[in-house]
């Protein structure tokens, strides 16, 4: 599936000018201004955001710090366009949190390569996120927004821990989004489900218990909200690679060492 970009500019001979050179690389969203952008975000999450800054009602500045302060937003990377071209005016367009400032006019491919890049950068850090999600460490490879929306939903989570029907509405309860806009971003931010990451936290803190070992298998798969011990094991198993025992087993063996 092509990455998703929005493309918000008043100009319509610019509007379709981006469009034509990103249309064959990406999914496009257009907006004639940012009251219409915001529209189409409450819809659709993009990967990035193009957005000229000299447009009537909303500019580009107060889109990209609206964008920027809104926790269901501001991991989105933005592109600001604008004919300003001072280091005041630049300074100016990144202190509201944009990631690229580019003056027009412009090289296309320059644009195209901006834009490569930062979609290509995103996706490299929910790859490592998604693949090894026990690891928290990996939450400092994403963007601030991205690491702290995971943090909390996190640590939300391990204290909610031994509720069996703790779910993707509690999560966007806490995070004060609906469901779909929570449901995006956790995809956004980790390519997991929120049920994904839910078990994978669950799975963390069996391991931590076991690896205590004063606690049977069945009553860790209590503790971490598992309805059954065997659903507890085939769990361990699909993210360890190994059965609860054997794990044991192993770390028992390293103890002696």
């Not at 469901?179 to 936290?201: Q, V």
Request: glycine fraction near 4%; charge should be neutral.
């Amino acid at each position: 599936m092509k990455p998703s970009i929005l493309i918000i500019d008043d100009e319509e001979e610019l509007l379709g000018f981006l469009c034509e050179i990103l249309q064959d690389t990406y999914v496009i969203y257009k907006a004639s201004n940012a009251e219409a952008g915001l529209g189409i975000l409450d819809v659709n999450q993009p990967d990035l955001i193009i957005s000229d800054i000299m447009m009537p009602g909303l500019n580009g500045l107060e889109l990209c710090k609206l964008l920027k302060d809104n926790v269901a937003l501001y991991h989105i990377p933005v592109i600001l366009l604008t004919a300003r071209k001072s280091d005041n005016d630049k300074l100016e367009g990144l202190e509201t949190g944009a990631d690229a400032y580019m003056c027009k006019p412009f090289s296309p491919r320059m644009l195209q390569v901006q834009v490569d890049n930062l979609i290509k950068n995103r996706t490299k850090i929910r790859d490592h996120v998604a693949k090894r999600p026990l690891d928290e460490s990996l939450y400092t490879l994403g963007s601030r927004s991205d690491e702290a929306f995971l943090q909390e939903v996190s640590q939300f989570i391990v204290l909610n821990i031994d509720n069996k029907n703790l779910g993707v509405d509690d999560l966007a309860d806490h995070m004060n989004m609906s469901r779909p806009t929570f449901y995006r971003r956790m995809k956004s931010a980790s390519k997991l489900s929120p049920k994904d990451f839910i078990d994978r936290i669950r799975i963390k803190k069996a391991a931590e218990l076991i690896a205590e070992n004063e606690s049977k298998f069945f009553q860790i798969a209590d503790k971490v909200g598992f309805n059954s011990q065997s659903v507890f094991g085939r769990n361990f198993q699909k993210h360890f690679q190994s059965s609860p025992k054997k794990f044991l087993d192993h770390l028992k063996s390293k103890w002696k060492d």
